[in-house]
């Protein structure tokens, strides 16, 4: 398990994390509503219980005041002295008691039925031959009728009441309130109230299909019920079930295989009427459990409607994430691979847009960054094969077959001539060439430079003798100053070959090298041939030409300006004046070198030119 | 999403042009008689009646056939049956009637509450039918004190013919006259020699007594069963309470007369002989006409309707030989019978109620049932289905005319002809045969036609007195009272005379019968004394006196000179 988690949070990816998480959070939500619903559904029936002990008692309440209303009209006739006396009066003329009928007994009952409506027929049975009858009002009895064990049972009960379930002819049920009427405690007759049984499913309006209510009377007659064709019968067998006291009882209990659940109750008429009444009820467990299952599914549906929603959303949620996160991440990938346009689009606006933002942005800077080193190295890379280039280029100016040959003749020359002379010039050429050979700096320091053309003028004087004079003048100060190696001497090399050795007569040279603000000015004057404008123009052409590809022409100044161009790029300057005939001047003017101590530059390693 | 929304639309717009369609039908197609109600559908009037008789308006073809022709269907309410005038008054007082109302002997309460409303206009505009079938006896409808018309009587008695049957006569069992030869009884010793002869012949009904001389006197079983016949016998035609006296119209309470008590004698000496029922004078009329029904009453002056529903249950219990001939019979000979004898007045009717909403709708439908085409189908019902036309006559369909002899619920269910509660304003009259334009009869009732229908002992007992209805057995050629019925003139509500005569009423259920269960002359006089000293009690000459002004007033509303 743990390994499982662990797998879950440490090797998945984010979309299944996120769905773990709602996953564990929908099943904490689905337990608990599990729990919730199950607990409804037991607070439903403990209720539906509880309604349906309400109800019976309300029944109860209504159905004795129902019947209440009868005992009562009972009471008011058996305390009716006017009409118990013309009960018991014997007239001679029988028609004389229709006196009687028509202001005593008529109007009275009829007075009755107006206020209850319900009331079927309220009959007096007599035994009195003398009083006319008409089965309606009043109803004649002798041994011989129908109606004499009811006249007589009801007399034997003195005053209290004995109900019935009657069937009249028609087949229709009524209610039967019988009372024996008595005169200072002689009997005069017995009272009837019929009431129309119907009136009793009045009180079963509310009751459900497949619950049943019963209404027993004396005896466990049935005299009204839910259930149809039990009316008048007492072949239910639910005495069993009925209660002893007044309060309610409630039995589990198990009819016709089905569960149940029985209230039943003891219902108390009062003094007049002490036949005990009872009301069964009988609930249905499965139609308690039916209504609280339609609740249950109900709450189910809607909890399945909300998880699936809740579902449906974090897979939307997590792929969605999930998707900008894997997005996010297949672009770095990308951009660990170098591709800097796999940029993320992310319009959302949330962390992730902001990570994704921030990715961007990063991209974008890493890309610039990287541009920029590496045409920076780039550059570097060119400049020290240019460099190399040049150097190897001075190398082979230095290395001038002309030159060499020059020296040579004139040291050939000066072998015949003037010996002495002769060793110093092949010392100093042996010199000369030593020390290009030893300068491994790029480098080297203003008085070397000076001291190495000093040694390649007299070489030049040694061939040339007096047509050859110079001037040196340089401040002090710039003595020490480190300057790119052979930078001055290709220019000297050039005065002397193309101006002074063309002249005819002697030349003169000027060196010239001094500090002006900031900067350094080497002036390199001579007074020879000069150089006529189309030639100057196209050594200017050839200066500006990146091209390294020369073909040996005009190598000297070209290196001169290469390299100057590479170590101080735009700050230094290299200027030719000339005119023809008179002589030619070249400016170069470099920063103050003074400032930077030698190596302030890249140098490129591994180089053993 | 679009295609959605617009294919909703589109079946929003089918919906309302299929309701469109709907709602359009019902103008077209069969349009209602009445043009007014047109379009609307039938209006449902309330509709209730103090008659007893119980039909649906949705189970008759016929009311339904009217409906389709008027536009006008009514929600039918019955109260008869009960006590009617303690109704009546909670209904006015309570202001819970219903639109249309046939208040019958309630009628008078209903005009002086003030509920009706006065149809003059109504007729005037919307009812040439009933204008044209009632002619000059719509003056006779009018109320005397405003001179309004409250309620369109029954049916008008302006154009008497022959009369079928008898309203209320002496009725004795076929087995009766059979057993004795087919006498024609002409008083009332007659009738009494009969009965005892035939018990002596036939001393009991299947083991059970048998009731000679049938009465019931509760309720108005009184006024059928012992005023009513006091008058016949004795030669008036039925005043009910009232005794005119025709020199000066003045009004006596018929009760007080001598007329009433030689009629008491006569019962006197039939209870006295065992031949009345003991308990008759407080049986009411549900048990009487079980009573009837059983077969054991052999004889009686009552309605002949009242004896119409247990005629039809005797046959049905297969014993039409216990049904009952009608006779005119008097007191003593030299007294003519005028109890068929029609006068033309009227005291209820149908009547239309403040609560109407649509009288107009109401009154033309009552035009309607005033019209000839009404009157035939009122009273002969839906062509094809009750009558056929054979040889241009309206022949009334066999297996119909044995339904309505046989089946008591029949004709009530089918709302058809007589039986009908919607009978009033019609050309024919349930007793007389009366003709049409079309020259043919208003209804099933022409003298063919109704021994026709009539069962096998009733067509032997005809045939031995030689008549082919029982309308025959009597004459009707006596002089009518000019004032008309008496019991047709109003009493105001609530006046000393009104509370007097309903005293007196009581006074005469309690008394009378003590008078005829005396057990000798002596106590005769005593128990009838005693009633006339109870009556004088109830300040009946408030009464009397109050009756002999309506007549006077009634005589010159009517312009009758004396």
């Known amino acids: 398990m743990w390994n499982f988690v662990k797998y879950v949070f440490i090797f998945n990816s984010l979309r299944n994390k996120l769905l773990f998480t709602y996953m564990l959070i929908i099943l904490a939500f689905l337990s608990v509503g599990l729990f919730v619903i199950d607990h409804i559904g037991k607070e439903m029936v403990k209720q539906s219980i509880t309604r349906e002990k309400k ?3 309300q029944l109860k309440e209504n159905l004795a005041n129902y019947l209440n209303r009868y005992i009562d009209l009972s009471t008011e006739i058996f305390f009716d002295k006017t009409m118990m006396d013309y009960l018991m009066s014997y007239s001679g003329n029988r028609g004389e008691s229709a006196s009687g009928f028509y202001t005593i007994l008529k109007p009275t009952f009829q007075k009755y039925k107006n206020l209850w409506p319900e009331i079927d027929k309220i009959t007096v049975y007599t035994n009195n031959p003398t009083l006319m009858s008409n089965d309606d009002e009043i109803s004649y009895v002798d041994p011989q009728s129908t109606e004499w064990p009811m006249y007589q049972e009801a007399l034997k009960s003195r005053g209290k009441i004995k109900w019935q379930l009657h069937q009249n002819d028609q087949g229709a ?41 019963n209404i027993f009377g004396p005896k466990d007659m049935v005299f009204g019920s839910t259930r149809p064709g039990v009316l008048g019968t007492n072949g239910l067998h639910l005495s069993d079930y009925r209660s002893n006291e007044h309060t309610l009882r409630i039995t589990d209990e198990v009819i016709n295989k089905k569960p149940v659940k029985v209230i039943s109750t003891n219902m108390d008429l009062g003094k007049y009427s002490p036949e005990q009444w009872a009301i069964i009820k009988i609930v249905s467990n499965n139609l308690i459990m039916q209504e609280v299952k339609v609740t249950k599914q109900y709450l189910i549906y809607v909890f399945i409607i909300v998880i699936s929603l809740v579902i449906l959303f974090s897979f939307l949620i997590a792929h969605h994430l999930g998707g900008r ?31 994704a933002k921030s990715f961007n942005k990063m991209a974008r800077r890493l890309e610039v960054l990287v541009r920029d080193n590496y045409v920076m190295n780039m550059q570097q890379m060119e400049m020290e094969v240019q460099r190399r280039e040049a150097e190897m280029n001075a190398l082979q100016s230095q290395i001038n077959p002309h030159f060499l040959f020059n020296t040579l003749e004139a040291i050939i020359w000066g072998v015949h001539e003037k010996k002495e002379e002769t060793a110093e010039v092949i010392m100093m050429l042996a010199n000369n060439f030593r020390r290009i050979l030893n300068w491994k700096e790029d480098f080297i320091p203003l008085s070397s430079e000076l001291q190495f053309i000093e040694e390649y003028l007299r070489i030049q004087k040694f061939r040339l003798e007096d047509k050859l004079q110079w001037t040196v003048k340089v401040d002090d100060s710039l003595l020490s100053m480190h300057i790119p190696k052979m930078m001055i001497q290709p220019i000297i090399e050039n005065a002397i070959n193309h101006g002074i050795a063309m002249k005819k007569g002697n030349g003169h040279l000027k060196i010239a090298i001094e500090k002006k603000e900031g900067f350094v000015l080497m002036s390199i004057s001579d007074d020879g041939v000069g150089i006529n404008p189309e030639k100057l123009s196209e050594i200017l052409g050839l200066m500006n030409d990146r091209s390294m590809n020369t073909s040996g022409k005009h190598i000297g100044m070209k290196n001169v300006f290469e390299r100057m161009k590479i170590y101080f790029g735009d700050r230094a300057t290299i200027q030719i004046y000339s005119e023809a005939g008179k002589g030619t001047t070249v400016k170069l003017s470099l920063p103050d070198r003074t400032i930077i101590k030698s190596g302030g530059v890249p140098h490129v390693k591994g180089s053993n030119s | 999403m679009r295609k959605k929304v617009s294919m909703l639309s589109m079946t929003t717009v089918m919906c309302m042009l299929v309701l469109a369609g709907c709602s359009t039908s019902p103008g077209d197609g069969k349009t209602p008689a009445a043009a007014d109600v047109s379009g609307k559908g039938p209006i449902t009037v309330t509709w209730g009646s103090f008659k007893t008789k119980v039909q649906k308006w949705d189970e008759s073809p016929i009311l339904q056939a009217l409906t389709e022709k008027t536009g006008v269907k009514g929600d039918l309410q019955f109260y008869g049956g ?43 505009k919307h009812g040439p039918n009933i204008k044209k079938v009632w002619g000059d006896s719509l003056n006779k409808l009018r109320n005397p004190k405003d001179g309004k018309i409250y309620f369109i009587g029954e049916k008008p008695r302006n154009r008497q013919g022959e009369i079928i049957d008898a309203n209320q006569s002496l009725l004795i069992q076929y087995d009766v006259l059979d057993k004795l030869g087919y006498p024609k009884p002409k008083t009332l010793d007659d009738v009494e020699k009969m009965l005892k002869d035939y018990m002596a012949k036939v001393p009991d009904l299947n083991g059970k007594p048998w009731v000679p001389w049938g009465l019931w006197s509760d309720t108005w079983g009184y006024s059928i069963t012992v005023n009513n016949p006091a008058q016949w016998v004795s030669g008036f035609m039925d005043d009910s309470e009232a005794f005119v006296d025709t020199s000066n119209y003045r009004v006596k309470y018929f009760n007080k007369t001598d007329h009433f008590k030689d009629y008491l004698k006569w019962l006197n000496k039939m209870y006295n002989e065992g031949m009345i029922d003991k308990n008759a004078f407080i049986t009411k009329n549900d048990q009487f006409k079980s009573l009837v029904s059983s077969g054991r009453v052999l004889a009686m002056i009552d309605g002949t309707w009242d004896v119409a529903d247990p005629e039809k249950a005797l046959r049905k219990a297969n014993m039409p030989e216990r049904a009952y001939a009608r006779f005119p019979i008097v007191m003593k000979e030299g007294i003519k019978d005028r109890s068929q004898v029609d006068a033309e007045s009227y005291s209820w009717g149908v009547s239309i109620t403040n609560k109407a909403k649509d009288p107009v709708a109401i009154i033309k439908m009552l035009d309607y049932v005033a019209s000839q085409e009404g009157t035939v189908l009122m009273n002969w019902g839906i062509k094809g289905t009750h009558y ?21 619920d029949y004709a009530l269910k089918l709302a058809l002809g007589t039986s009908s509660d919607f009978n009033w304003g019609q050309y024919s009259s349930e007793f007389s045969m009366v003709k049409l334009d079309d020259g043919d009869y208003a209804s099933p009732n022409s003298a063919d036609a109704i021994y026709n229908q009539s069962d096998e002992w009733t067509k032997k007992v005809m045939d031995k007195y030689g008549i082919k209805y029982w309308g025959k057995m009597f004459d009707v050629s006596g002089k009518p009272n000019d004032y008309g019925f008496a019991w047709t003139l109003p009493i105001p509500q609530n006046s000393p005379a009104q509370l007097a005569v309903t005293k007196a009423d009581e006074v005469r259920h309690s008394a009378v019968p003590a008078i005829i269960a005396s057990k000798n002359a002596e106590q005769f006089e005593q128990n009838w004394n005693f009633f006339m000293k109870k009556l004088d009690e109830t300040k009946i000459e408030e009464w009397e006196k109050t009756m002999s002004e309506a007549i006077k007033e009634r005589l010159k509303l009517w312009k009758v000179s004396k």
Do not use: C, W
């Open chain 1, 55 to 57: 109800d019976v008692l």
């Open chain 1, 173 to 213: 049920f009524k209610i039967r309130l019988n009372r024996a009427l008595l005169l200072d405690n002689f009997e005069v007759g017995v009272l009837s109230i019929f009431v129309d049984q119907e009136q009793l499913n009045g009180f079963f309006k509310e009751n459900i299909e497949g619950n049943e209510i």
């Open chain 1, 325 to 355: 996160m894997r997005n996010l991440s297949h672009s770095m990938r990308k951009l660990q691979e170098g591709n800097f346009s796999a940029l993320v689009i992310d319009k959302n606006n949330d962390e992730i847009s902001y990570l």
């Open chain 2, 388 to 408: 056929d036309i054979i040889d241009g006559k309206r022949v009334q369909k066999p297996e119909v005319t044995a339904k309505l002899r046989d089946d008591p």
């Open chain 2, 82 to 124: 009960g006590d009617d005038a303690q109704k009546a008054g909670v209904m006015i007082a309570g202001g819970d009637y219903p639109e249309v109302i046939e208040a019958t002997l309630q009628q008078q309460k209903f005009v002086d509450a003030g509920v009706l409303l006065p149809l003059d206009d109504l007729i005037e």
